[in-house]
């Protein structure tokens, strides 16, 4: 039996230098953590943190009938995209379920990048190499042409200030533009995944580590640490984002994660997925599925992913993803619960945690927001 070798990224030998655990993602060999998770976590929070996003999977489309090309294979409008901006999105099957989630930059007038996650990176690239039949538009592999270093918290402007002169303060939410950062080519957007301010920029591999160690240098005043991606997973269900494979699926649709908002009906022509989503909106308008709700925990101990929700002796639900929150201090959980269960407050809802039901409190997301 011969096993696929993992994939390194371009600052793996770094990782290791500096101590940090690595696990397998997606096929990736990627840093779990470096030290302390709670640690990082809350330098993220309170100050700011250095990720390798390198296992990201970039596509890049290009052509006159782009915008066209992806406003029919994904459920957003994606024309209505301004050049320098980019939309959080969603790519579905016919039937309706998610394949994925996704953030589409658009780079220029006839040319966009899509993020995809790492482990449905080859799903996505396939489906819309697929959908792109019949479009003067080309679908380009390029998750090899990128490094993807992240810095994210409330001291990440001023770090990545110092070393550029970029328009920093001009850089909307969601936007992307063309930069320098310590001498290094980038594209530098303002996107994230942990709930606080912070960049993406996306650089050749060959530059990633001068990169990385300019960032380590500008930060060490301000308590920039490396961070792994156990301590993402916690800031981004604080933050109560979704993680696919988790509160996303082929089995859900847009509507049923809560997420409908991402569905342009209203965007001209058909996109795969139309009738079925359209189906799936008037469902949820008229009797609610289960709703994606947070759990905080009353007592100590910590739920996992599809431990059971129950209420009056029932099950009414499953955790999705659940963890010690550093910033509350207490365990929470996203989880699908039915409706009748799914308001703020209501009593009597636990998690069954290997034979007892550990109370929680129903409480809305996200967890936590930063202040502005």
């Not at 995944?193 to 920029?201: A, I, P, Q």
């Amino acid at each position: 039996m011969s096993s696929t070798a993992l994939r390194r990224t371009a600052l793996d030998a770094l990782h290791r230098s500096l101590g940090a655990t690595m696990t397998d993602f997606a096929g990736w060999d990627m840093p779990l953590r470096y030290g302390s998770e709670r640690d990082e976590h809350l330098a993220v929070r309170n100050r700011a943190g250095l990720f390798d996003l390198s296992h990201m999977g970039e596509i890049t489309v290009t052509g006159p009938q782009a915008a066209a090309l992806l406003d029919y294979a994904l459920v957003g409008n994606i024309g209505g995209v301004k050049a320098g901006r980019a939309r959080y999105t969603m790519i579905c099957r016919a039937d309706g379920g998610i394949l994925d989630d996704l953030i589409v930059y658009r780079l220029a007038e006839t040319e966009y990048m899509i993020v995809a996650n790492a482990s449905n990176a080859q799903v996505v690239l396939d489906a819309l190499t697929e959908r792109a039949d019949g479009f003067d538009a080309a679908v380009r592999d390029d998750r090899d042409a990128y490094a993807l270093i992240a810095v994210q918290g409330p001291e990440s402007p001023g770090i990545l200030k110092s070393l550029t002169d970029a328009d920093l303060d001009g850089l909307k939410y969601y936007a992307g533009l063309p930069g320098t950062v310590a001498g290094v080519p980038a594209l530098i957007a303002r996107t994230g995944y942990t709930g606080e301010d912070g960049f993406e920029l996306f650089v050749q591999p060959e530059h990633a580590v001068a990169l990385w160690q300019a960032l380590t240098e500008a930060g060490q005043g301000v308590g920039l640490v490396p961070c792994g991606l156990s301590c993402r997973d916690t800031l981004r269900l604080e933050a109560g984002m979704p993680l696919y494979g988790n509160e996303l699926s082929t089995s859900l649709t847009p509507f049923d994660a809560g997420l409908g908002r991402v569905v342009k009906f209203d965007k001209e022509g058909d996109f795969v997925g139309r009738a079925a989503l359209a189906e799936a909106a008037e469902r949820a308008a008229s009797e609610p599925p289960r709703v994606l709700v947070g759990l905080v925990a009353e007592g100590r101990r910590v739920p996992r992913a599809g431990y059971a929700v129950v209420a009056g002796g029932a099950v009414i639900g499953e955790v999705t993803s659940g963890a010690p929150s550093p910033t509350l201090g207490r365990p929470i959980a996203m989880a699908y619960v039915d409706a009748a269960h799914s308001a703020p407050g209501t009593p009597g809802v636990g998690v069954d945690i290997r034979g007892s039901h550990e109370p929680y409190e129903v409480v809305a997301l996200p967890f936590y927001k930063r202040q502005k």
